[in-house]
């Protein structure tokens, strides 16, 4: 498959150890980590967390498999490095996959979160036959919360001070649906525009 997605605005590829040192200075940003219920953390800690990602998806893409772990980098048409996102399949939830994302503070407000959120269900669903999709974020984040329900994924629980920030304790939201109640048909969109499917085929 290929590892390198253009939709005019933003290119959207498979991360590689290349990539850590961008990824943990946009995560070590005060104002990026704000929700964000790992941080904060150093660079080094970041990067000791997605280098064994990173490094199991590369060689399953070489042995040309389809991660269903997928972490991907997103640039802009100059090759600037504006976020990252991931499509996590949930090991106790065999067809169930998380979807996060983060971005640079030059990213925000020009709609990149959101392309990259559909772009990532899009894959969950069509190269990894997804069967739930679902999401967490602290109560807070109203951006991340707005991109989830614009996703069609619904608020299915909370934790109240379930996370511990700046010893602050924050409700976790967790959204979630399943793929044959959503909006299959613009997910279809998002993955012919892309290639992930051509118009012939057929799928959920």
């Known amino acids: 498959m290929t590892s390198d997605w253009n939709n005019g605005s933003e290119r959207y590829r498979f991360a590689v150890r290349d990539d850590l040192a961008d990824i943990a200075e946009m995560l070590v940003d005060p ?27 590369t060689a399953q893409l070489e042995r040309g498999e389809i991660p269903h772990t997928a972490v991907l980098v997103v640039d802009d048409q100059d090759g600037r490095f504006l976020g990252q996102g991931a499509a996590v399949a949930v090991d106790a939830s065999p067809g169930g996959f998380e979807i996060g994302f983060q971005l640079r503070r030059e990213a925000w407000g020009r709609g990149v979160a ?24 602290l109560e807070g984040n109203t951006g991340s919360r707005a991109i989830l329900t614009h996703l069609g994924l619904t608020l299915e629980g909370t934790r109240p001070g379930y996370r511990l ?11 979630g649906a399943e793929v044959r ?20 085929s057929t799928g959920a």
């Open 31 to 57: 104002d990026v980590g704000r929700w964000l219920w790992f941080t904060p953390g150093t660079r080094e800690t970041f990067g000791r967390y997605f280098a064994p990602l990173v490094d199991t998806q």
């Open 114 to 137: 959101t392309r990259l959120a559909q772009f990532l269900c899009a894959y969950a669903v069509h190269q990894c036959d997804a069967y739930r999709l679902e999401g967490a974020c």
């Open 165 to 175: 920030r700046d010893k602050v304790r924050h409700t976790e939201l967790l959204y």
């Open 181 to 200: 109640t959503l909006d299959t048909a613009s997910f279809r969109r998002v993955a012919e525009a892309f290639g992930l499917v051509t118009p012939q």
